[in-house]
């Protein structure tokens, strides 16, 4: 899978009672690796990836229809280098991979977007993971921004 070193990406979050739209940054519960993450990881037999966007190959509404989940949603962005930037020992740095779809979604609009980062996965049996793999899913939500930023070239949600 090829390496993104820089740009930005995107990541949906819903809205709820306990994530207003009004929010500034992702919730670290947004960040963390769904069941749907897990298992595919476990059929292709690489490690989970959490799914956002290149907003250079996908729009808003594009990942809308790619995820394909109810409710309101909203867009949070982050820059690749300052995902690979974070640093949370004794873990390795998060990576940003493409990631693409399986059929038949990997023919919609936008598929060529998909990505994943690589390492939020906790092993079983580590000492203090919890905390550790918490730490690190803070660290990456208080780097978030509402997305796409004013300077973005990426088309606006609608």
């Known amino acids: 899978m090829e390496e993104l070193h820089?740009?930005?990406?995107?990541?949906?979050?819903?809205v709820s009672q306990d994530?207003?739209?009004?929010?500034?940054?992702?919730?670290?519960?947004?960040?963390?690796?769904?069941e749907r993450d897990l298992e595919q990881a476990e059929r292709r037999g690489r490690p989970p990836l959490l799914s956002v966007f290149d907003e250079k190959r996908c729009g808003f509404l594009e990942a809308l229809a790619l995820w394909g989940r109810p409710g309101e949603a909203l867009?949070?962005?982050f820059d690749v280098e300052d995902i690979r930037s974070i640093e949370v020992p004794p873990l390795p740095p998060l990576r940003v991979l493409r990631d693409p779809l399986d059929p038949p979604a990997d023919q919609l609009p936008g598929a060529a977007g998909h990505c994943g980062i690589e390492g939020l996965q906790r092993p079983a049996g580590m000492p203090d993971g919890k905390i550790i793999f918490k730490t690190l899913r803070a660290i990456l939500a208080?780097?978030?921004f509402r997305w796409?930023?004013?300077?973005?070239?990426?088309?606006?949600?609608e």
């Open 19 to 34: 994530f207003p739209r009004d929010s500034e940054k992702i919730s670290i519960a947004h960040l963390v690796l769904s």
């Open 142 to 144: 208080a780097k978030s």
């Open 148 to 157: 796409p930023k004013p300077s973005s070239t990426a088309p606006a949600p």
């Open 75 to 77: 867009p949070f962005g």
């Open 6 to 14: 820089g740009g930005v990406v995107f990541r949906l979050a819903t």
